[in-house]
């Protein structure tokens, strides 16, 4: 980082809007959404009421008074050479819209068009920002901003925890340097970690199982209320009666998973509204004073091994039946002294992988992924399978690309940014020069090869594509398989 001294923050330099790059890790936005294109950032930054609101008080400043920057857009230089936006997003994406307003979201595009024409374009063509010499400077900077008293939009508790955790999987996950970058002591980041992870959990299938559209819309939002899912899980009666244990950074889940999803998805629905049998929103003041009203009401959570009467819900009978056996397999799989074959010598597992491999990778989403395949039954869940064995790959072939510092040199030989190649051009780039082993570049001979079932067009097809096929879960099975030669370059999967 740089010395603060040298107040690189205090000098401004003119930049084109046009060709300042939007961040997509903006702890602002949902990590979960691809964001692409100009709109893509205008509609998760409007996808909440409130912040609409705001977002249209700001494209309305603008169009009155002009672009003032009394708060300076800091941006650095990203490894495309392209000037990134750290801190000032919503500003630049309200310049870009009043520029281009045939870009701006159906549900503010009237409004945009007319305030557009009431300013002269080339004024705000280009503005004056802040050029921070590094991201680390950026990312140090943004830290100073929301950490402390600013007429800033201040983040939320989970947008500040998820930049937290941006900041500890950058550096290894070394926890004495996210200390050093951050400024935060060590036990708020490792709350940050485990409340993240929990929150996180909400979304598992277990859990919407039992919730309503509008409920399931709350948990996917990136704006839960972080300060009472912390005040709820950091009670411990709480993680004695749910059987959770917290070990470090790390959330151990001890009880039965069906009866622990059900009372975590019946917590969250108190949090929701106040129409529920207990006639209060479940909120920090109403845990304080009510807690053990609150923790009554609740299902029971069981411990691992004990059954729970009311499972959460299955289509039929049918898929509840296939469920059994395919919980009876893996536990027959569970007792076999050579599960470890399981990965390439049964194409009718259950699971692309299991407990007994393992990555070697310091991205966090790697490292989920490949945790939650370990564990999704391909035969109920195929099409997720399948969109995630291409989205695994892409993962797996970026991250041995930036942790290999080749990101410049693929985005040269093909002469174009790096975030504009392709997957099949990263593979034709690494092939032979990047990747020297033979079966390794075997696969990726079967994956350019469009007449081959298992190739990246099918993977494509899967996400981009209309045709309903391959999905049978020994299809899927043996392309995992077929890839793991790859996967033993890209990410070190490994048999522990």
């Known amino acids: 980082m740089s010395n603060e001294n040298t107040k690189w923050w205090e000098n401004r330099v003119l930049r084109s809007v046009d060709n300042l790059k939007l961040w997509n890790e903006n702890p602002r936005l949902d990590p979960s959404s691809k964001l692409v294109t100009v709109r893509d950032y205008a509609e998760e930054l409007i996808s909440d009421p409130s912040d609409k609101q705001n977002f249209i008080i700001l494209l309305k400043s603008i169009a009155k008074r002009g672009f003032v920057s009394f708060d300076p857009v800091v941006v650095w230089k990203d ?182 999803y059900k009372a975590y998805a019946e917590f969250l629905k108190l949090t929701f509204s106040k129409d529920n049998e207990l006639g209060y929103s479940v909120n920090t003041r109403t845990i304080d004073s009510k807690f053990q009203e609150i923790f009554e009401y609740l ?17 039929d009978e049918q898929e509840k039946s296939d469920n059994d056996k395919e919980s009876e397999q893996q536990q027959s799989d569970d007792e076999k002294p050579d599960k470890k074959d399981r990965l390439k010598g049964n194409p009718k597992r259950g699971q692309f992988t299991d407990k007994y491999h393992t990555i070697n990778s310091k991205s966090y989403k790697l490292n989920a992924l490949f945790d939650e ?71 990726i001979g079967q994956l350019l090869n469009n007449s081959n079932d298992y190739s990246l067009n099918t993977l494509n097809e899967y996400i981009h594509g209309t045709k309903v096929h391959k999905v049978e879960p020994q299809f899927l099975n043996r392309f995992w398989d077929m890839l793991s030669p790859l996967l033993e370059v890209l990410v070190e999967l490994r048999e522990i």
């Open 79 to 260: 490894d495309d050479e392209r000037f990134a936006v750290a801190e000032g997003n919503r500003r630049v994406t309200a310049l870009k819209l009043l520029r281009s307003p045939e870009k701006a979201p159906m549900p503010i595009r009237k409004l945009v068009v007319s305030l557009a024409r009431q300013i002269d374009r080339d004024d705000i063509e280009k503005i004056k920002v802040s050029l921070a010499p590094s991201f680390e400077d950026a990312r140090w900077y943004i830290l100073q901003r929301h950490s402390t008293a600013t007429n800033q939009i201040r983040w939320q508790r989970l947008q500040q925890q998820r930049f937290i955790i941006n900041v500890y999987d950058s550096v290894g996950q070394d926890l004495e340097e996210t200390i050093a970058i951050t400024g935060f002591k060590r036990a708020a980041i490792l709350d940050s970690l485990r409340y993240v992870k929990i929150r996180d959990m909400a979304t598992r299938p277990g859990v919407t199982a039992h919730l309503t559209e509008d409920e399931k819309e709350k948990v996917y939002s990136h704006r839960i209320n972080m300060t009472v899912i912390e005040r709820w899980f950091g009670n411990s009666q709480v993680r004695e009666a749910w059987h959770i244990k917290f070990s470090d950074s790390e959330v151990n889940i001890d009880a039965n998973l069906s009866s622990f």
């Open 299 to 315: 299902p029971k959570v069981k411990p691992k091994g004990e059954e729970e009467e009311d499972e959460a819900p299955v289509a």
């Open 373 to 443: 395949l370990g564990r999704l039954p391909v035969k109920r869940y195929s099409n997720v399978a399948a969109a995630s064995l291409r989205i695994f790959l892409e993962l797996s072939v970026d991250d041995f690309i930036k942790s290999n510092d080749f990101t410049g040199e693929v985005a040269r030989r093909l002469k174009k940014g790096y975030h504009e190649v392709t997957l099949q051009q990263k593979l034709n780039v690494l092939r032979g020069e990047f990747i020297d082993d033979r079966e390794a570049n075997k696969v």
